[in-house]
């Protein structure tokens, strides 16, 4: 069609038959406009919901990683806490025979099983273990020891504190694997 024929067709009455077809082709080409875009949006919102779930999943299997390196450690750590319990009586049983060797006269007796005595912790302080300090006079600490009887207290400043020290305690790290038997003064 040249622009006069273009011309002469505007110049014409256009039917309402015509109108309504040239109308529906707008709203149709307008429809598919926006059908395009709401794809598009539709895309772009499934992209970032995936994005999202990537990351979320990401960040879970990190804490996972992170969870189960801490375990492992703590693993290593106390992995041979049965057998140093298991041990301990083997150490009361040392430091009772050079309690009674030091009365002895036999002097060399004395000096080889404290060697052995000493020995023997010191390859227990290499994996780990450690003596709970304790000494009379401290403070009670419940958490900490393990009252197993309470007497009056032979002076007021002992009232709450530690008399006397029964057993022995130690720790794995950070972990008292046997609390120390105490006597509390009331």
């Known amino acids: 069609m040249s622009k006069e024929d273009k011309v002469e067709n505007m110049e014409e009455p256009i039917s309402e038959s015509q109108a309504n077809e040239e109308m529906r082709n707008y709203i149709e080409e307008q429809v598919d406009e926006v059908e395009e875009m709401s794809i598009e949006e539709q895309l772009r919102e499934d992209l970032a919901k995936e994005k999202d779930k990537f990351l979320r999943l990401f960040a879970e299997f990190e804490n996972y990683k992170k969870r189960t390196s801490k375990e492992r450690m703590e693993l290593f750590k106390t992995a041979g806490q049965e057998v140093i319990v298991a041990m301990l009586p083997v150490i009361d049983d040392f430091d009772r025979a050079l309690k009674e060797l030091s009365k002895s006269e036999d002097k060399e007796m004395f000096k080889g099983v404290e060697l052995i005595s000493n020995k023997f912790k010191e390859v227990l302080k290499s994996k780990g273990m450690q003596e ?55």
């Open 132 to 186: 709970v300090g304790v000494e009379a006079g401290d403070a009670f600490d419940a958490e900490v020891h393990d009252a197993i009887t309470q007497i009056p207290a032979p002076d007021k400043k002992l009232k709450g504190k530690i008399i006397d020290v029964i057993e022995k305690g130690f720790k794995l790290g950070d972990k008292i694997i046997r609390h120390p038997k105490v006597v509390v003064g009331n």
